[in-house]
């Protein structure tokens, strides 16, 4: 799936080789970087960044290229009560290699009783991630990746290693942080924001519809719809909308589940029964609805985050489409919203709660960043997906948390 079919190593996939690179670099240290740039500028060689390689479309891949490769560019340094860390309302700051991922990052900060702002799935690097804005399971409640930088380290086109902020370069500054991943210089170290180890509570849930195939999606579209207030109310997570394939293609799966953090269980069951209920009331003449869900409590989201959720899978050949849904795309059409999400067949749809207020009230350094002024409206990132695949894995990661491992004091379960 990733870099867009070059070949990985699973045999069970159809694969590539066309698209590999002709040279490698691994870079270890900032003269490797600025020989691949000067390399690249002397031959006309085509240039490219590779971090992990997640990105789908394949901008980390490049027929007959250059690569530099990141990944041993390595180091997390904490710098508690940093000035411009405290100045943007943060507890301290952390230098991240650009080689980092998110799964190590969260170790660490765990036993540094701190948290970051990073993506889900714990493979995913911190180059593209946070240049592409970023969004993970708690970006709701700070902000996006891109909302996190206070400094990065970069080699521009001519070579130069520059520290860029929002003092020094701050034109550079502001692009390289939402504009977009691989456009605008190779980012060595970021240093981001950290706040206190947070606590709060999960949510896992499956709604199963047993309706009609048009109930089912009426059902979905009630759902969808009190996706902003959830939001508001400080809840965010991810989501499955799985229509039942088969002969009669009737009834369908709602499944996922929802963050909480700074709340107590009491106060998140009082939403999510709140949310059961409406969705009860809204079905009650078309079909029944069963509900399974438990709750789960953290006292530290990082350490809780890493432990439950590991590495999506990689080789399956699939292409996504995504939409950012604001609250009038989520509220004011529901038959419209129905119709839409209905028209793709047996794909299901997984829905990402993770914009919001957090995001909407995010201040990043110099005021501004170059994260698309949609996302500051938007409540949902909305992805299209092959009905195997990730879905069945998140669900998997869902359901196997061992509770030992995060407090079991505090652990309770729900009905
Ligand atoms: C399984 C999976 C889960 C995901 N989960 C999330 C998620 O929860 N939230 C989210 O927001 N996104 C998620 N994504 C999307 C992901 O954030 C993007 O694909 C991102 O671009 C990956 O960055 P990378 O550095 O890991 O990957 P790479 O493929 O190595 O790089 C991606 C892009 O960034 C460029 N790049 C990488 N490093 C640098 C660097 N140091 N300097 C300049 N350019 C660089 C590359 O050239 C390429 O254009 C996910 C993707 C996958 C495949």
């Not at 691994?26 to 970087?33: G, L």
């Amino acid at each position: 799936m990733y870099n867009d079919d070059t070949c990985v190593p699973i045999t069970d996939s159809p694969c590539s080789t066309a698209g590999y690179p002709a040279y490698v670099i691994e870079a270890e240290t900032v003269a490797d970087v600025q020989a691949g740039i000067k390399f690249a500028y002397q031959t006309g060689v085509r240039l490219i960044v590779k971090g992990t390689g997640h990105d789908a479309p394949g901008h980390s891949a490049g027929a007959g290229s250059l690569s530099i490769w990141t990944h041993l560019l390595r180091g997390i340094n904490v710098t508690r009560h940093a000035s411009l860390a405290a100045k943007h309302d943060a507890v301290a700051s952390v230098k991240l290699g650009a080689g980092m991922v998110w799964g190590d990052i969260y170790t660490e900060m765990a036993k540094a009783n701190l948290t970051v702002i990073g993506g889900a799935d714990p493979h995913v690097g911190v180059g593209g991630w946070t240049q592409g804005s970023g969004h993970g399971p708690i970006s709701s409640y700070y902000g996006l990746g891109a909302d996190q930088v206070l400094e990065m380290e970069v080699i521009t086109a001519d070579g130069e290693h520059r520290i860029i902020n929002s003092a020094s370069y701050s034109d550079l500054f502001w692009a390289m942080r939402g504009g977009g991943p691989s456009t605008y210089a190779v980012m060595l170290p970021m240093t981001v924001k950290a706040y206190p180890q947070l606590q709060g509570v999960q949510y896992v849930y499956k709604y199963n519809f047993t309706g009609s195939s048009d109930a089912f999606w009426n059902f979905v579209a009630v759902f969808s719809s009190r996706l902003p207030r959830l939001s508001e109310q400080g809840g965010m997570g991810y989501y499955y909308l799985v229509p039942n394939s088969g002969p009669s293609n009737d009834g369908g799966v709602v499944e996922g589940s929802f963050l909480f953090p700074n709340k107590s269980q009491v106060a998140a069951q009082t939403l999510t029964q709140s949310l059961e209920r409406a969705l009860s009331e809204s079905c009650r003449a078309t079909g029944s609805i069963n509900f399974g869900s438990e709750y789960f409590n953290f006292s530290s989201f990082m350490r809780f985050w890493s432990s439950t959720n590991g590495p999506e899978s990689v080789g399956k050949d699939t292409r996504y489409g995504s939409w950012l849904m604001d609250g009038p795309a989520l509220t004011h059409n529901t038959t419209k919203l129905r119709d839409t999400l209905r028209a793709t067949g047996p794909w299901i749809w997984i829905g990402h709660l993770v914009a919001g207020p957090g995001v909407r009230n995010a201040k990043p350094v110099g005021g501004s960043d170059a994260v698309l002024p949609a996302w500051r409206k938007a409540y949902v990132h909305l992805r299209r997906s092959h009905p195997q695949g990730t879905y069945v894995y998140k669900l998997i990661i869902f359901f196997s948390y061992d509770p030992d491992v995060d407090s079991p004091e505090q652990h309770g379960k729900g009905t």
